[in-house]
């Protein structure tokens, strides 16, 4: 689905990705490891169009992608979470759910005015939606609730949440499991493999919880200074001597 062809982020004379080249298999759930500064995160960044490559090329499905603004990606089914969840804390989860999707008719001002019955329905469907959302993270209790009273890990959930509510096919995740609990870690990873197996969505995940990706991961690849180390299963990798050294020499 996501092709990565010798990929280069330079920040001045510093190479965060340097030469990167890798896949991302539909229907997968590829895991992304590696030390601290390894380029992970610029690299999810580069692909899902928050910064610009320095040169390379990203493919999805066969179309050149590279350096497509996020919003652009967003339409083509390419969603990206960040480390730090980016809830609206005032606002309930549910609503919270409600503000994602684009291209609602009451965005502008004309149809706002003129298309009220066609704006309730949207609003109501749109409800039904969030709800099953819910429902499906195991959260239906918290609906109600302010984001920002939700603990680190249940915002998580929220911001998977929110993935749901578009059709999303690829989805970048950054570090879901930091800083989460045991158990709310195996109810977003259950959320993560039931997204995958019964709506069939590809994920790419930065992860630093080894368990965690030998539990959802196949293949994981190992990113060391801005390159592609190793690629292979969890059993692989963890017998490889480059990333054992990779990891050692941090
Ligand atoms: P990882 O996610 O694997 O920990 P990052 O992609 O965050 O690695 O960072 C890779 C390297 O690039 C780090 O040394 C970091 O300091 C550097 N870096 C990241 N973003 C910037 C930036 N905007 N300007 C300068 N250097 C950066």
């Known amino acids: 689905m996501i092709r990565v062809e010798n990929l280069h982020k330079h920040f001045g004379g510093f190479h965060a990705v340097d030469g990167a080249s890798l896949e991302i298999?539909?229907?997968?759930?590829?895991?992304?490891?590696?030390?601290?500064?390894?380029?992970?995160?610029?690299?999810?960044?580069?692909?899902?169009?928050?910064?610009?490559?320095?040169?390379?090329?990203?493919?999805?499905?066969?179309?050149?992608?590279?350096?497509?603004?996020?919003?652009?990606?967003?339409?083509?089914?390419?969603?990206?979470?960040?480390?730090?969840?980016?809830?609206?804390?005032?606002?309930?989860?549910?609503?919270?759910?409600?503000m994602v999707p684009g291209g609602q008719s009451g965005e502008t001002l004309w149809n706002a005015w003129f298309s009220r019955g066609r704006i309730a329905q949207e609003e109501s469907a749109l409800l039904k939606k969030a709800d099953e959302v819910l429902d499906f993270l195991t959260i239906s209790h918290l609906k109600d609730e302010r984001a920002g009273n939700l603990s680190g890990g249940q915002k998580k959930l929220l911001e998977l949440g929110r993935t749901m509510m578009v059709d999303a096919k690829v989805v970048f995740l950054d570090e879901v499991g930091a800083g989460v609990n045991r158990t709310l870690l195996n109810t977003i990873g259950d959320a993560i493999l039931r997204l995958n197996q019964e709506r069939g969505y590809t994920f790419c995940m930065i992860e630093h919880d080894m368990d965690f990706i030998g539990r959802l991961c196949d293949p994981v690849i190992v990113m060391a200074e801005g390159k592609v180390l190793a690629q292979g299963t969890i059993d692989e990798i963890k017998d490889n001597d480059a990333v054992i050294e990779a990891y050692l020499g941090t």
């Open 25 to 98: 298999a539909t229907g997968s759930i590829t895991g992304l490891v590696g030390p601290n500064g390894a380029g992970k995160t610029t690299l999810f960044n580069v692909i899902a169009g928050v910064l610009e490559p320095t040169s390379g090329r990203v493919s999805m499905d066969g179309e050149d992608i590279s350096g497509l603004p996020p919003h652009v990606l967003f339409h083509k089914g390419m969603l990206r979470t960040f480390q730090i969840a980016h809830e609206f804390g005032s606002m309930t989860c549910r609503e919270n759910l409600m």
